[in-house]
């Protein structure tokens, strides 16, 4: 997101803008960004404990991936 996205999000949950903002990409777009970012499916509606908790594990594997890519 752009700066000028987050002031227009202001303070709402990801659940209320991100049908908005998904509009912009395919589907094999956000499935990258998705991937890249380290957000589990369905992030947006996630409590916040449990959304770290995935995203922690996510993350891993995304650094484990890139370094493969570096490896190879």
Known sequence: MEWGDNAAIGDKVPAEYLPEYTKRFTQEDLASLWHW?????????????DFLAERHQLIAGVIREAFGRLRD
Do not use: N
């Not at 970012?37 to 404990?49: D, I, K, N, R, T």
């Open 37 to 49: 970012h380290a957000l589990p499916l369905g992030w947006e509606s996630m409590p916040y404990q």
